[in-house]
């Protein structure tokens, strides 16, 4: 038995991945929460014959806390996106996602908690400073989705090596966080080498391709906004491996952004490797029935990578840091 749920339901990405959430079979309960249309994305998905049982809220009459109430996940997609005129997504999304994060830590507080709202560099140290003001602050549940990033690079690469049919099987990792010059694939971890021919500025070209890839989305949806259909599938990816771990699948491993406490001794390696005391980082974690089981070092590196981790670490730093000064505006 397994209630997911999602905050933003009605949205580009909520939409999907509500839809991709209904058709996996180890969810029995769908709640869906929006400020809009919710009753509607609801009644639609109940025709689906799979087993969720599906339930839309509004605001009104206590609807977040319906919507969480027994939850055992909770993905959050809720606030703007990128689009002509909106230029500080912090300014805004940190105020919709400090807002639902209140309403988690107080009706589902051991629910495992994923943000998909950008920028989710900050949006994450957001709720956790929510939840450690309830009390309720448990690093090993509490994830930043980056998969969009990882599956941007698999893709890339397998349409390198030639062969989109390799692309699921592709894995490359992807780590630090989860905007521009944050975003680190570790191309040369990649399951699938790429050509030795694969020359260093080409390397480099791909490395930019894969840390400014929503771009390429944001400019084609020409003002309609950023990716939706790509990020509800690495969503739902990621939702399923969670929810495997719940049901007590083992081995389960995918980068994500999390608190360094969620696994002390992994979080050691790994500052020294980064060389800097940070709170959050993304790298490939261990998910296990309790949540993070453990942070899994990067590893070893090239001299171009380390210098992409160098270049990323002030970035994350200021992301970080601007969580501290964060006041709700009232
Ligand atoms: N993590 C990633 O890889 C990634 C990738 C793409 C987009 N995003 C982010 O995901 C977020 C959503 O993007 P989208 O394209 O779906 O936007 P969207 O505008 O299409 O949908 C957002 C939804 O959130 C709802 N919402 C707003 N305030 C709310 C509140 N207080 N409570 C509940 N719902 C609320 C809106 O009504 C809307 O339905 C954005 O912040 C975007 O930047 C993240």
Do not use: W
Not at 306 to 323: D, F, Q, R, S, W
Request: hydrophobic share 45%.
């Amino acid at each position: 038995m397994v209630k997911a749920v999602v905050l933003g339901a009605a949205g580009g990405i909520g939409q999907p991945l509500a839809l991709l959430l209904k058709t996996n079979p180890r969810v029995t309960e769908l709640g869906l929460f929006d400020i809009v249309n919710t009753p509607g994305v609801a009644a639609d998905l109940s025709h689906i014959a799979t087993p969720a049982k599906v339930e839309g809220y509004l605001p009104p009459d206590d609807g977040l806390a319906k919507t969480l109430t027994g939850a055992d996940i909770v993905v959050i997609p809720a606030g703007v996106p990128r689009k002509p005129g909106v230029h500080d997504l912090f300014k805004i999304n940190a105020g919709i996602v400090h807002d639902l994060a209140v309403g988690i830590a107080t009706t589902a507080p051991k629910a495992f908690v994923l943000v998909i709202s950008n920028p989710v560099n900050s949006t994450v140290p957001i709720v956790a400073e929510v939840f450690k003001k309830h009390g309720v602050f448990n690093p090993k549940r509490l994830f930043g989705v980056t998969t969009l990033d990882v599956v941007r690079a698999s893709t890339f690469v397998a349409e390198i090596i030639g062969d989109l049919s390799k692309s699921p099987n592709v894995v490359v990792p992807v780590v630090g966080g989860h905007s521009g010059v944050t975003i680190v694939p570790l191309l040369s971890q990649s399951s699938h080498p790429l050509p030795s021919s694969f020359a260093s500025e080409k390397l480099e070209a791909l490395t930019t391709r894969i840390q400014f890839g929503g771009d390429e989305v944001v400019k084609a949806k020409d003002g309609a906004g950023s990716a939706t259909l790509s990020m509800a599938y690495a969503g739902a990816e990621f939702a399923a491996k969670v929810i495997d771990a719940l049901a007590g699948k083992k081995g389960l491993v995918a980068p994500s952004y999390v608190h360094l406490d969620a696994d002390k001794e992994g979080a050691a390696v790994l500052k020294k490797e980064i060389g800097k005391e940070l709170d959050y980082f993304s790298t490939n974690v261990e998910i296990g029935p309790n949540g993070v089981e453990r942070i899994i070092p990067l590893g070893k590196l090239t001299e171009y990578e380390k210098g992409l981790i160098a270049a990323a670490v002030p970035e994350l730093t200021t992301n970080i840091e601007k969580v501290s000064c964060y006041q709700r505006p009232r």
